[in-house]
């Protein structure tokens, strides 16, 4: 058994060096694989879903209209006679507007809620009008100022607590409509549609 000689100064540092280096070249790689390679696929996945979602929506809406098995003037399996029989109950007054609903656009409005805190509460509210018909537009847009104001008076004296869950929502929605229906009259508007609401 003989005892190994130590290697000379020389040799050790050679050998050190060799590790070192190797060490530092798996670095390298495990550093370019993780902060060049691995972000680029990200970004080529994120932008691949991004293309899919946004460019491939208009083949299926065509697809599925094409297959409800209407015949040439869009009448259906039922027929044209088939409306407002019993048997499907078309016989109310129902919300569907149709393709003949007639919308009117208010400006957007911006109040301050009543509140008892130090910092004003702001409401931002955009909403559009469906009206019963057509002609009532041009009594609104003559009426506008009156309907602003109406607007505005109920809308400065709502309390935070009185927007929040659907049912504030849907007072809100209710309260718009008589105060507007109110400010046109004869005039008749049959529903509020928010298109933005934004409270800070």
């Known amino acids: 058994m003989a005892k190994e000689k130590p290697k000379p100064e020389g040799d050790r540092e050679e050998g050190d ?5 190797g060490a530092k070249g798996r670095f390298n790689l ?21 293309y899919f979602f946004l ?3 208009g083949e299926s809406t065509q697809t599925a209209d094409a297959g409800h098995g209407t015949d040439e003037h869009g009448a259906g399996e039922h027929g044209a006679d088939d409306h407002g029989t019993d048997e499907h109950g078309g016989g ?18 911006l ?25 009532a537009g041009a009594t609104i847009e003559s ?12 809308l400065r004296e709502l309390r935070l607590e ?9 007072r809100l929605k209710e309260e718009l409509v008589r105060r507007v229906n109110l400010a046109i009259a ?15």
């Open 17 to 21: 060096g060799e590790k070192a280096e």
């Open 30 to 50: 495990k550093f370019i694989l993780l902060f060049v390679v691995a972000p680029v696929l990200l970004l080529a996945v994120a932008g691949g879903g991004a």
């Open 55 to 57: 460019f491939s929506g």
């Open 92 to 109: 109310g007054d129902g919300h569907g507007g149709g393709a003949g609903g007639a919308f009117f656009d208010l400006p957007e409005i």
């Open 111 to 135: 109040v301050n809620l009543n509140s008892t805190a130090d910092r004003p509460t702001f409401l931002k509210l955009s909403v559009a009008l469906e009206l019963k018909n057509p002609e």
């Open 143 to 154: 009426l506008m100022p009156r309907v602003i104001d109406n607007f505005q008076i109920y």
């Open 162 to 170: 009185d927007l929040q869950g659907s049912a504030g929502m849907f």
């Open 186 to 200: 004869p005039a008749e508007v049959k529903d509020v549609l928010f298109k933005e609401m934004i409270i800070q």
